[in-house]
């Protein structure tokens, strides 16, 4: 490989995904700006509602690996060095941070009115 | 995959879209294309041709840019070890060489039945005769099967004959007699042939992954595994020949040295190696047949071929080893497999060597010195068991050369690698094609 830069990185991305490459970059985009837009509407972090959603990413963390194992026909057992857990580690992260985002954008874009405001006063009461 | 990008969030696509400007801003493309009417002929629409076709393409402005080659399908011959390990169907090595022509360029689908380097002019099998100012040859090489006694192709896949290398359906062919065999044991032979080839690793591979299957099926302890290398090397890299004679000697793989195979008898079962001790018959229950391997015919027939050296014999092109241009043809380059240089053969090459016969052509054209050198790179990703590889690059000097210093080690047995053979090298490769990497 001769220069890794990003115009190539995306080439190589495009070869890979086809045309859903840009389809889920911009399902990306609209999680992070959802979860922007939920977290500046209630004024903070909900913490029951990142708990939950934090649980979740550790469940898409661990999917994220798992199906990694799978599209690659490889096991645990393959890892040989500490680059492989390193990349392990990077794709459980990568996992968990999606799932987290993108659940917490969810349960708030779809929480009820009166339980939103409920609970971020109570939040701010708890944080006071 | 959804991970994958989730992972990538706004950061990634604020990338992304720096990387859609850097694509307009930096890249090749927007350099100001070189206004010519040159008229350049490309033979052969393989890795080497295409990727030339398309980088020529982007930096060329009214260029008559022709491709020649009457294969109209693409194979990802690198495919061809994961089809032969049972991991993909055929059809993940084959596509359309149509798809990857750029605009610009005009594919004739015929093969060359003859290049003129004094005339500065290509002849097709039709009798059409096309000419050039410039020539790149790509043709890659041929398979001479013929070159080994009672080789038939026809039987790859049955009576436990194998052979990687002929194509896309007889590797999948050769990963049922392999697998057959790991069911059953009994012997089986992997060897290489004594002229230049390509991906030398291959071979070697497809013995560690008949090792690991038989591993996985229990039946390892049923089986004897041996690896006839042409000469005393098991790789012409001494470090990678070393690594790879530990590996051997602890997965049980038995090596012999200066055997080659001259003939075959699919029938019985018996293969028979010229050694310097006269010929030795060896019976088998799977075999790995690799092919002798030349510069094929319409090169071989031409001015083009080395004249005297080690690379006179089987025709490869005479060219200068760091520019790829042809020494006694300044307008002739050729690149790829077909190129007499004593590394490369690999598609990792093809990507290092293009830009630069590219960018001398281009010089000429502007009359101006390129400064740009192929210094041999040449990379062949040495799967090690279905899950790890070991990355193996190197160049003319025998140096290794990795691409991750310090991240990724070279001649380690590591999965990132395997993950970058597996799922990393067939897009990076397609987007060579396209002239995007
Ligand atoms: C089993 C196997 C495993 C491999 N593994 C790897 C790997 O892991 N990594 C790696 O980097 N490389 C690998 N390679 C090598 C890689 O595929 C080749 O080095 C690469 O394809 C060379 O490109 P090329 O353009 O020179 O030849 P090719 O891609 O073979 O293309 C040559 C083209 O020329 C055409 N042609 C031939 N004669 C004529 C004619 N007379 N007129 C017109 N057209 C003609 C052919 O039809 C063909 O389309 C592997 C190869 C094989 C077979």
Redesign the pocket.
């Known amino acids: 490989m001769k220069e890794l830069d990003l115009a190539t990185l995306v080439a190589v991305f495009e070869e890979m995904l086809g045309w859903t490459l840009w389809p889920i970059v911009a399902a990306c985009a609209v999680a992070t700006l959802a979860f922007l837009y939920v977290v500046l509407r209630d004024r903070g972090v909900v913490a029951g509602r990142m708990l939950r959603a934090e649980l979740l990413g550790v469940l898409g963390g661990v999917a994220a690996v798992a199906v990694m194992f799978v599209v690659t026909n490889s096991s645990p057992a393959d890892l040989g060095g500490p680059i492989d857990w390193l990349l392990v580690v990077g794709i459980f992260a990568a996992g968990l941070v999606g799932t987290v985002i993108a659940s917490y954008a969810a349960m708030g874009l779809f929480a009820r009115a009166p339980e939103r405001a409920g609970a971020a006063l109570r939040e701010r009461a708890l944080g006071a | 995959m959804r991970t994958m990008a989730g992972g990538l969030g706004r950061r990634g696509l604020m990338a992304g879209a720096a990387a859609i400007a850097a694509l307009g801003a930096s890249g090749a493309a927007a350099e100001h294309p070189v206004r010519t009417r040159a008229k350049i002929v490309i033979?052969?629409?393989?890795?080497?041709?295409?990727?030339a076709a398309s980088r020529l393409a982007q930096r060329l402005d009214g260029a008559e840019i022709t491709l020649?080659?009457?294969?109209r399908e693409?194979?990802?011959?690198?495919?061809?070890?994961l089809v032969?390990a049972g991991l993909k169907a055929p059809g993940y090595t084959v596509s359309a060489?149509r798809d990857y022509v750029p605009r610009g360029a005009t594919l004739i689908e015929?093969?060359?039945?003859e290049i003129d380097p004094v005339g500065r002019s290509v002849t097709?099998?039709s009798g059409r005769r096309v000419p050039y100012d410039f020539l790149i040859v790509?043709?890659?090489?041929?398979l001479d099967y013929a070159a080994i006694e009672g080789m038939d192709v026809n039987r790859i896949g049955r009576d436990g004959l194998g052979s990687?290398?002929a194509g896309p359906e007889q590797?999948a062919a050769t990963w049922r007699a392999m697998s057959d065999f790991a069911d059953r044991g009994g012997t089986a032979l992997f060897l290489r042939p004594a002229t230049e080839m390509?991906?030398a690793?291959?071979p070697l591979?497809y013995a560690f992954i008949t090792d690991d299957v038989l591993r996985r099926r229990g039946n390892r302890g049923r089986a004897e595994l041996v690896y006839n290398a042409h000469n005393r090397a098991l790789f012409s890299v001494p470090i990678v020949a070393e690594k790879v004679r530990m590996l051997y000697q602890e997965r049980g793989i038995r090596v012999n040295h200066d055997h080659v195979l001259r003939a075959i008898d699919p029938g019985r079962r018996i293969a028979t190696f010229r050694t310097p001790g006269g010929d030795v018959e060896q019976r088998y229950d799977f075999i790995n047949v690799v092919p002798p391997m030349r510069a094929?015919?319409?090169?071989r027939n031409s001015p083009l071929p080395w004249q005297s050296g080690p690379f006179a014999a089987d025709g490869w092109a005479e060219v200068d080893r760091h520019t790829l241009r042809h020494v006694r043809f300044p307008e002739v380059f050729c690149?790829?497999?077909?190129?007499g240089v004593p590394k490369?053969?690999?598609?990792?090459?093809?990507?290092w060597q293009v830009p630069v016969a590219v960018d001398h052509l281009i010089a000429t054209i502007q009359g101006r010195q390129s400064s740009e050198r192929y210094n041999g790179y040449?990379?062949?990703?040495l799967i090690t068991r279905i899950g790890r590889a070991m990355l193996v690059e190197f160049d003319y000097n025998d140096n290794l050369v990795p691409s991750f210093p310090g991240v990724i080690a070279p001649l380690e047995e590591l999965w990132i690698t395997w993950i970058m053979?597996e799922v990393g090298?067939k897009p990076t490769?397609l987007a060579m094609l396209r002239g995007r990497a």
């Open positions: 033979v052969g629409a393989g890795a080497a041709g295409l990727a020649l080659d009457r294969r693409h194979l990802y011959q690198p495919g061809f070890t032969a060489t015929e093969a060359a039945a097709t099998e790509a043709t890659g090489l041929a990687v290398y590797a390509k991906c690793g291959a591979k094929p015919q319409v090169v690149v790829g497999d077909v190129a490369g053969k690999t598609a990792a090459s093809v990507k040449t990379s062949c990703p053979k090298l490769y």
